[in-house]
Protein backbone atom coordinates (compact mmCIF):
# COMPACT_ATOMS: atom_id res chain seq x y z
CA UNK A 1 0.00 0.00 0.00
CA UNK A 2 1.11 3.31 -1.09
CA UNK A 3 0.68 6.32 1.01
CA UNK A 4 -1.58 7.60 -1.74
CA UNK A 5 -5.55 7.28 -2.05
CA UNK A 6 -6.04 4.90 -4.60
CA UNK A 7 -10.15 4.52 -3.36
CA UNK A 8 -13.13 6.78 -3.34
CA UNK A 9 -12.92 8.48 -0.07
CA UNK A 10 -15.93 7.36 2.39
CA UNK A 11 -17.21 9.77 4.70
CA UNK A 12 -16.00 8.73 8.90
CA UNK A 13 -17.83 11.06 10.14
CA UNK A 14 -19.96 9.82 13.10
CA UNK A 15 -17.69 6.72 13.42
CA UNK A 16 -17.01 4.81 16.53
CA UNK A 17 -13.36 3.03 16.74
CA UNK A 18 -14.09 0.31 19.42
CA UNK A 19 -11.66 -1.54 17.56
CA UNK A 20 -10.04 -2.64 13.91
CA UNK A 21 -12.30 -5.16 13.19
CA UNK A 22 -14.97 -2.94 12.51
CA UNK A 23 -13.44 -0.37 10.18
CA UNK A 24 -12.74 -2.26 6.04
CA UNK A 25 -9.61 -2.27 4.89
CA UNK A 26 -10.03 0.56 2.44
CA UNK A 27 -11.43 2.98 6.17
CA UNK A 28 -8.12 2.31 7.47
CA UNK A 29 -6.01 3.14 4.48
CA UNK A 30 -8.11 6.14 4.60
CA UNK A 31 -7.15 7.34 8.08
CA UNK A 32 -3.44 5.95 7.42
CA UNK A 33 -2.84 8.06 4.57
CA UNK A 34 -4.91 11.54 5.98
CA UNK A 35 -2.06 10.66 9.02
CA UNK A 36 1.19 10.79 6.58
CA UNK A 37 -0.48 14.12 4.79
CA UNK A 38 -1.21 15.87 8.28
CA UNK A 39 2.07 14.77 9.39
CA UNK A 40 3.67 17.01 5.81
CA UNK A 41 1.57 20.00 6.09
CA UNK A 42 3.50 21.73 8.79
CA UNK A 43 1.15 24.17 9.32
CA UNK A 44 -2.32 23.04 12.01
CA UNK A 45 -5.34 23.45 10.58
CA UNK A 46 -8.89 24.37 12.26
CA UNK A 47 -10.33 21.11 11.15
CA UNK A 48 -12.33 20.64 14.50
CA UNK A 49 -12.91 24.66 15.18
CA UNK A 50 -15.12 24.93 18.46
CA UNK A 51 -15.78 20.79 18.94
CA UNK A 52 -14.64 19.43 22.41
CA UNK A 53 -13.59 15.48 23.06
CA UNK A 54 -13.98 14.19 26.31
CA UNK A 55 -11.40 11.72 27.27
CA UNK A 56 -12.24 9.48 30.12
CA UNK A 57 -9.38 7.66 32.06
CA UNK A 58 -9.76 4.70 34.27
CA UNK A 59 -5.81 3.57 33.38
CA UNK A 60 -2.87 5.68 33.87
CA UNK A 61 -1.48 7.25 30.23
CA UNK A 62 1.59 9.32 29.13
CA UNK A 63 1.04 9.27 25.04
CA UNK A 64 -2.57 8.78 24.80
CA UNK A 65 -3.70 11.54 26.63
CA UNK A 66 -1.09 14.08 25.25
CA UNK A 67 -1.60 13.09 21.48
CA UNK A 68 -5.14 13.40 21.74
CA UNK A 69 -5.03 16.71 23.91
CA UNK A 70 -2.54 18.18 22.17
CA UNK A 71 -4.02 16.61 18.58
CA UNK A 72 -7.44 18.68 20.00
CA UNK A 73 -5.59 21.65 20.38
CA UNK A 74 -3.74 21.66 16.95
CA UNK A 75 -7.02 21.54 14.76
CA UNK A 76 -8.88 24.19 16.85
CA UNK A 77 -10.69 22.07 19.37
CA UNK A 78 -10.44 21.08 23.23
CA UNK A 79 -9.86 18.09 25.21
CA UNK A 80 -10.95 17.37 28.47
CA UNK A 81 -9.59 15.13 30.84
CA UNK A 82 -12.09 13.11 32.61
CA UNK A 83 -10.09 11.28 35.64
CA UNK A 84 -12.92 7.99 36.66
CA UNK A 85 -11.28 8.97 39.90
CA UNK A 86 -13.11 12.77 39.38
CA UNK A 87 -16.71 12.04 37.41
CA UNK A 88 -19.54 9.86 39.08
CA UNK A 89 -18.92 7.01 36.96
CA UNK A 90 -16.12 6.47 39.43
CA UNK A 91 -19.23 6.52 42.06
CA UNK A 92 -21.01 4.08 40.27
CA UNK A 93 -23.42 6.45 37.87
CA UNK A 94 -24.42 3.93 34.57
CA UNK A 95 -22.50 4.00 31.61
CA UNK A 96 -25.54 4.30 29.69
CA UNK A 97 -26.37 7.60 31.59
CA UNK A 98 -22.61 8.70 31.30
CA UNK A 99 -22.58 8.29 27.72
CA UNK A 100 -26.07 10.11 27.04
CA UNK A 101 -25.21 12.92 29.03
CA UNK A 102 -21.78 13.96 27.30
CA UNK A 103 -23.32 13.05 24.35
CA UNK A 104 -25.44 16.82 24.93
CA UNK A 105 -21.93 18.53 25.80
CA UNK A 106 -19.20 16.59 23.41
CA UNK A 107 -18.34 16.34 19.90
CA UNK A 108 -16.60 12.63 20.72
CA UNK A 109 -15.20 10.59 23.62
CA UNK A 110 -11.82 8.57 24.04
CA UNK A 111 -12.10 6.26 27.19
CA UNK A 112 -9.45 4.15 28.38
CA UNK A 113 -10.85 1.68 30.66
CA UNK A 114 -10.68 -2.18 31.76
CA UNK A 115 -13.00 -4.13 30.07
CA UNK A 116 -13.82 -4.15 26.48
CA UNK A 117 -17.47 -4.23 26.93
CA UNK A 118 -17.65 -1.13 28.87
CA UNK A 119 -16.20 0.97 25.35
CA UNK A 120 -19.27 -0.88 23.65
CA UNK A 121 -21.76 -0.09 26.36
CA UNK A 122 -20.68 3.45 26.22
CA UNK A 123 -20.85 3.88 22.54
CA UNK A 124 -24.12 1.97 21.94
CA UNK A 125 -25.55 4.82 24.44
CA UNK A 126 -23.63 7.99 22.84
CA UNK A 127 -24.96 9.90 20.00
CA UNK A 128 -21.54 10.96 19.29
CA UNK A 129 -18.14 8.99 18.45
CA UNK A 130 -16.61 7.11 21.14
CA UNK A 131 -12.84 6.27 20.44
CA UNK A 132 -10.95 3.35 21.97
CA UNK A 133 -7.95 4.65 24.04
CA UNK A 134 -6.96 1.28 25.29
CA UNK A 135 -8.98 -1.90 26.90
CA UNK A 136 -7.82 -5.22 28.25
CA UNK A 137 -8.37 -6.21 24.85
CA UNK A 138 -7.47 -3.67 22.26
CA UNK A 139 -5.44 -0.96 21.44
CA UNK A 140 -6.78 0.37 17.76
CA UNK A 141 -4.68 4.02 18.41
CA UNK A 142 -1.71 2.73 19.00
CA UNK A 143 -2.07 -0.15 16.19
CA UNK A 144 -2.83 3.01 13.56
CA UNK A 145 0.34 4.30 15.02
CA UNK A 146 2.46 1.56 14.22
CA UNK A 147 0.91 0.69 10.72
CA UNK A 148 1.82 4.46 9.38
CA UNK A 149 5.49 3.72 11.33
CA UNK A 150 5.91 0.74 8.98
CA UNK A 151 4.13 2.16 6.27
CA UNK A 152 6.90 5.35 6.54
CA UNK A 153 9.84 2.77 6.72
CA UNK A 154 8.89 0.00 4.49
CA UNK A 155 6.79 1.59 2.42
CA UNK A 156 4.06 -1.51 1.51
CA UNK A 157 2.97 -3.91 4.03
CA UNK A 158 2.20 -6.85 1.26
CA UNK A 159 4.72 -9.65 1.74
CA UNK A 160 6.10 -7.65 5.40
CA UNK A 161 6.78 -9.50 8.04
CA UNK A 162 5.45 -8.03 11.71
CA UNK A 163 6.55 -10.65 14.33
CA UNK A 164 4.96 -9.72 17.85
CA UNK A 165 7.16 -11.63 21.33
CA UNK A 166 5.60 -11.75 24.33
CA UNK A 167 2.19 -11.34 26.22
CA UNK A 168 -0.90 -12.54 24.26
CA UNK A 169 -2.27 -9.20 25.96
CA UNK A 170 -4.20 -6.18 24.02
CA UNK A 171 -1.31 -5.10 21.85
CA UNK A 172 -0.86 -8.76 20.47
CA UNK A 173 -4.77 -8.45 19.60
CA UNK A 174 -5.05 -5.38 17.80
CA UNK A 175 -2.02 -6.09 16.19
CA UNK A 176 -3.38 -9.35 14.28
CA UNK A 177 -6.50 -7.66 14.03
CA UNK A 178 -4.77 -4.54 11.91
CA UNK A 179 -2.11 -6.67 10.27
CA UNK A 180 -5.19 -8.98 8.90
CA UNK A 181 -7.01 -5.57 7.62
CA UNK A 182 -4.16 -4.60 5.73
CA UNK A 183 -2.57 -7.22 4.30
CA UNK A 184 0.43 -7.76 6.44
CA UNK A 185 1.86 -11.22 7.59
CA UNK A 186 1.71 -11.29 11.42
CA UNK A 187 3.53 -13.65 14.04
CA UNK A 188 2.83 -13.82 17.29
CA UNK A 189 5.31 -15.71 19.75
CA UNK A 190 4.26 -16.07 23.21
CA UNK A 191 5.43 -18.38 26.11
CA UNK A 192 3.12 -21.07 26.81
CA UNK A 193 -0.01 -20.43 28.45
CA UNK A 194 -0.12 -16.21 27.50
CA UNK A 195 -0.98 -17.05 24.07
CA UNK A 196 -3.96 -14.51 22.50
CA UNK A 197 -7.62 -15.07 23.18
CA UNK A 198 -8.61 -17.90 20.70
CA UNK A 199 -11.74 -15.74 19.41
CA UNK A 200 -9.90 -13.06 18.47
CA UNK A 201 -6.94 -14.94 16.74
CA UNK A 202 -9.68 -16.80 14.79
CA UNK A 203 -11.22 -13.17 14.23
CA UNK A 204 -8.06 -12.07 12.45
CA UNK A 205 -7.70 -14.99 10.75
CA UNK A 206 -10.88 -14.96 8.91
CA UNK A 207 -9.87 -10.88 7.98
CA UNK A 208 -6.54 -12.18 6.76
CA UNK A 209 -8.66 -14.73 4.22
CA UNK A 210 -9.62 -11.28 2.20
CA UNK A 211 -6.47 -10.01 2.16
CA UNK A 212 -3.91 -12.53 2.00
CA UNK A 213 -2.20 -11.63 5.24
CA UNK A 214 -0.68 -14.74 6.67
CA UNK A 215 -1.45 -14.93 11.35
CA UNK A 216 0.54 -16.71 12.80
CA UNK A 217 0.89 -17.98 16.83
CA UNK A 218 3.65 -19.76 18.10
CA UNK A 219 5.75 -20.62 21.01
CA UNK A 220 8.79 -20.79 19.06
CA UNK A 221 10.30 -17.58 19.37
CA UNK A 222 13.78 -18.67 17.20
CA UNK A 223 11.21 -20.05 14.31
CA UNK A 224 8.83 -16.88 14.64
CA UNK A 225 11.51 -14.16 14.44
CA UNK A 226 13.18 -15.47 11.17
CA UNK A 227 13.17 -13.74 9.00
CA UNK A 228 10.85 -10.70 10.04
CA UNK A 229 10.46 -6.94 8.84
CA UNK A 230 9.47 -5.76 11.78
CA UNK A 231 9.76 -7.10 15.49
CA UNK A 232 7.18 -5.75 18.16
CA UNK A 233 7.12 -6.61 21.52
CA UNK A 234 5.53 -4.82 24.96
CA UNK A 235 5.77 -5.41 28.71
CA UNK A 236 5.04 -8.77 30.12
CA UNK A 237 2.70 -7.29 33.24
CA UNK A 238 0.18 -4.92 31.56
CA UNK A 239 -1.94 -2.07 33.53
CA UNK A 240 -4.16 -3.82 36.02
CA UNK A 241 -1.65 -7.45 35.53
CA UNK A 242 0.74 -5.71 38.03
CA UNK A 243 0.63 -8.72 40.86
CA UNK A 244 1.71 -11.20 38.66
CA UNK A 245 4.85 -9.47 37.63
CA UNK A 246 7.19 -11.51 39.25
CA UNK A 247 5.71 -14.89 38.30
CA UNK A 248 5.54 -13.01 34.51
CA UNK A 249 9.43 -12.23 34.56
CA UNK A 250 10.04 -16.31 34.90
CA UNK A 251 7.39 -16.84 32.63
CA UNK A 252 8.87 -14.56 29.98
CA UNK A 253 12.76 -14.72 30.81
CA UNK A 254 13.31 -16.60 27.34
CA UNK A 255 10.74 -14.26 25.47
CA UNK A 256 13.40 -11.07 25.77
CA UNK A 257 13.88 -9.36 22.29
CA UNK A 258 17.96 -9.30 22.93
CA UNK A 259 20.58 -8.97 19.52
CA UNK A 260 20.61 -12.70 19.74
CA UNK A 261 17.41 -13.34 18.70
CA UNK A 262 17.34 -10.22 16.37
CA UNK A 263 20.02 -11.88 14.30
CA UNK A 264 17.31 -14.16 13.17
CA UNK A 265 15.22 -11.12 11.36
CA UNK A 266 16.40 -9.50 7.87
CA UNK A 267 19.37 -7.12 8.52
CA UNK A 268 17.10 -4.24 7.68
CA UNK A 269 14.85 -5.01 10.82
CA UNK A 270 12.80 -1.89 12.49
CA UNK A 271 12.13 -2.64 16.43
CA UNK A 272 8.97 -1.65 18.09
CA UNK A 273 7.42 -0.85 20.73
CA UNK A 274 4.07 1.07 22.15
CA UNK A 275 5.76 2.35 25.45
CA UNK A 276 6.21 2.23 28.34
CA UNK A 277 9.33 0.03 27.96
CA UNK A 278 10.99 -1.79 30.56
CA UNK A 279 14.37 -2.13 29.29
CA UNK A 280 16.33 -5.31 30.66
CA UNK A 281 13.37 -7.49 30.67
CA UNK A 282 10.65 -7.68 27.49
CA UNK A 283 13.64 -5.79 25.39
CA UNK A 284 17.35 -5.13 26.25
CA UNK A 285 18.65 -1.55 26.45
CA UNK A 286 21.04 -2.20 23.56
CA UNK A 287 18.05 -2.50 21.24
CA UNK A 288 15.72 -0.08 21.82
CA UNK A 289 18.29 2.56 21.96
CA UNK A 290 20.01 1.06 18.97
CA UNK A 291 19.64 2.24 15.40
CA UNK A 292 16.96 0.05 14.45
CA UNK A 293 14.84 1.25 16.87
CA UNK A 294 11.68 3.61 15.98
CA UNK A 295 9.76 3.48 19.22
CA UNK A 296 9.89 7.34 19.04
CA UNK A 297 8.66 7.78 15.28
CA UNK A 298 5.79 5.26 16.71
CA UNK A 299 4.88 7.74 19.73
CA UNK A 300 4.91 10.85 17.21
CA UNK A 301 3.21 9.26 14.78
CA UNK A 302 0.23 8.57 17.74
CA UNK A 303 -0.54 12.46 17.10
CA UNK A 304 -0.61 12.55 13.80
CA UNK A 305 -2.69 9.30 12.99
CA UNK A 306 -5.26 10.54 15.86
CA UNK A 307 -5.61 13.93 14.22
CA UNK A 308 -6.60 11.83 10.81
CA UNK A 309 -8.89 10.01 12.82
CA UNK A 310 -10.70 13.12 14.90
CA UNK A 311 -10.78 15.24 11.70
CA UNK A 312 -12.63 12.37 10.03
CA UNK A 313 -15.06 11.14 12.92
CA UNK A 314 -16.01 14.31 14.59
N1 LIG B 1 1.39 3.47 24.18
C1 LIG B 1 0.52 4.07 25.00
O1 LIG B 1 -0.69 3.95 24.85
O2 LIG B 1 1.10 4.82 25.97
P1 LIG B 1 0.36 5.48 27.23
O3 LIG B 1 -0.06 4.34 28.13
O4 LIG B 1 1.41 6.35 27.84
O5 LIG B 1 -0.82 6.25 26.74
N1 LIG C 1 -0.17 -3.80 27.12
C1 LIG C 1 0.07 -2.53 27.75
C2 LIG C 1 0.02 -1.44 26.73
C3 LIG C 1 0.32 -0.06 27.27
C4 LIG C 1 0.22 1.00 26.21
C5 LIG C 1 -0.93 -2.29 28.85
O1 LIG C 1 -2.13 -2.57 28.64
O2 LIG C 1 -0.54 -1.85 29.94
Known sequence: MNPVITHKETSLKGKHLLTLADWTSEEIEQILNYAIQLKKEKQPKQLLAGKTLGMIFEKSSTRTRVSFEVGMLQLGGHALHLSSRDIQMGRGESIADTAK???????????????????????????????????????????????????????????????????????????????????????????????????????????????????????????????????????????????????????FQDYQVNQEVLALAKPDYIFMHCLPAHRGEEVTAEVIDGPNSVVFDEAENRLHVQKALMASVM
Open 101 to 251: VLSRYLDGIMIRTFQHEIVEELAAHADIPVINGLTDDYHPCQVLADLMTILEYKKSFAGQKLAYVGDGNNMAHSLMIGSAKVGLNCTIITPENYEPKQEIVLKAKEIAQKTGAEIVVTHDLKDGICNADAVYTDVWASMGWEDEANERISA
